[in-house]
């Protein structure tokens, strides 16, 4: 699991195909490698992706066909830059949400503006995972939490204004451009409270005093 909070930036510094799938080398200087180890997961721009070697200051991940054709790695170059974020420990400060690291889907940028200090940015995502987004809800795109300042649903946007603290911290000041792909993945929340909503009924099954009503007199839809 991760939190969403961006620890430092990594360039892809190889792609090496191997076998049909593919070998990542990223080079990662200003990340902490001291409790890294063999199997220890890291995103990467938000893809839960696993350490299969480290050597000094880079390390190597194996990537599948399917996270290639389910995400934006697919169009990953060497020496791009990646947002990158080691899994979380029991006693990580949670200054983000709940990320898992699970990639539901390719977002596009439409807009940039200036917005005073901070910049305005509308992306727009898969129409299937717009039912998951709420003003003011989270949203990762490319592993960073961020906040909905608005959705607009017809268009199947999610807008966005970014301080210059995250657009300095994160790829978004060197790689969210119109054009640019981005990883999104939906409130791990939004998901599991759809399924409890929409799961069959069944009188052998205990009663439960969670309904939808509930939900959203407590702010939860």
């Not at 305005?120 to 709420?134: D, F, G, H, S």
């Not at 970014?162 to 993945?185: D, F, S």
Request: a negative charge; charged letters at 20%.
């Amino acid at each position: 699991m991760f939190t969403g909070i961006i620890e430092t930036l990594g360039k892809i510094k190889a792609i090496q195909p191997i076998g049909g799938d593919v070998q990542l080398v990223i080079d990662a200087p200003e990340l902490d490698f001291s409790d890294v180890k063999l199997g220890d997961s890291i995103a990467s721009n938000g893809i839960c992706l696993t350490v299969v070697s480290v050597s000094g200051h880079s390390y190597a991940v194996d990537v599948s066909r399917e996270t290639m054709s389910k995400t934006a790695l697919q169009n990953w170059r060497v020496g791009d830059t990646i947002n990158l974020e080691k899994a979380m420990l029991p006693t990580t400060r949670f200054g983000g949400h709940i990320v898992a690291g699970h990639v539901d889907g390719v977002g596009r940028v439409q807009k940039i503006n200036q917005d005073a200090r901070s910049v305005y940015i509308e992306i727009e995502i898969p129409q299937e995972l717009m039912r998951y987004t709420a003003h003011k809800g989270s949203i990762t795109l490319d592993g960073i939490s961020l906040t909905t300042n608005a959705i607009i649903p017809e268009r199947n946007l999610v807008c966005l204004n970014i301080i210059p603290h995250t657009a300095e911290r994160t790829n978004i000041a060197k790689h969210w451009q119109v054009g640019a792909l981005v990883n999104v993945e939906v409130d791990l929340v939004a998901r599991y409270l759809e399924r409890l909503l929409l799961s069959p009924k069944s009188d052998n099954k205990p009663k439960s005093n969670i309904t939808e009503a509930f939900l959203a007199e407590n702010g939860f839809v």
